[in-house]
């Protein structure tokens, strides 16, 4: 089964951007449909964008035009850059590997900040 350690998060300002890696062990990545989920405080756990096995992304209306997910399958990592960021994005984000034949699979996730 892969395992899924994020990074990249921190402490931003309104505006900025930062890239978060989540790289991939263990499995056989490119079977996955890979995934970033993000839960603020008080709030369930919510779909931020995805990505198919071919490279196809998806996103929610509240990031589409900001954030950008790519996947380098050389590198087992997948990638979320996010810009224009508000104090709305701060959470926990989370990475996310799915197969339908296959466990689902979730990082232990990394903070992201936005304030002044």
């Known amino acids: 089964q892969v395992q899924l350690v994020e990074s990249g998060g921190g402490l931003v300002q309104p505006g900025g951007s930062l890239r978060l890696s989540c790289a991939a062990s263990g499995g056989l990545f490119t079977v996955y449909r890979m995934g970033w989920y993000r839960q603020a405080p008080g709030n369930q756990r919510e779909l931020v964008a995805t990505?198919?096995?071919?490279?196809?992304?998806d996103y929610a209306d509240s990031v589409k035009g900001r954030f950008t997910i790519s996947r380098d399958a050389a590198k087992n990592t997948v990638y979320l850059q996010m810009n224009s960021l508000k104090p709305e994005d701060t959470a926990v984000y989370y990475c996310?590997?799915?197969?339908?034949?296959?466990?689902?699979?979730w990082g232990q996730g990394t903070q992201v900040a936005v304030s002044a």
């Open positions: 990505i198919t096995v071919e490279g196809s992304p």
């Open positions: 996310n590997a799915f197969h339908p034949a296959l466990p689902n699979v």
